[in-house]
């Protein structure tokens, strides 16, 4: 698990999977879509503790990612 004080902030999602695209707009750490690729040029971005900057890359229940310092865990609504 990541190294952090703080309780992962839930996002809840009603399909099989969501986006990293996505999350980074739910979360308003981007404003647009259009955001994304650079984004994540200049953002180290962690899911389940190993780096990755792919857009498209599915993110499911139970995973976890940090980023800028702020833990994120996926979960079924």
Known sequence: MFMTNKTPEEVLIRTPYLRLGQLLKMTGLIATGGEVKTYLQHH???????????????LYPGDTLMIEGRHFIIRSA
């Open 44 to 58: 180290v971005v962690l899911v389940n503790e190993q780096p990755d900057q792919r857009r498209g890359r599915k």
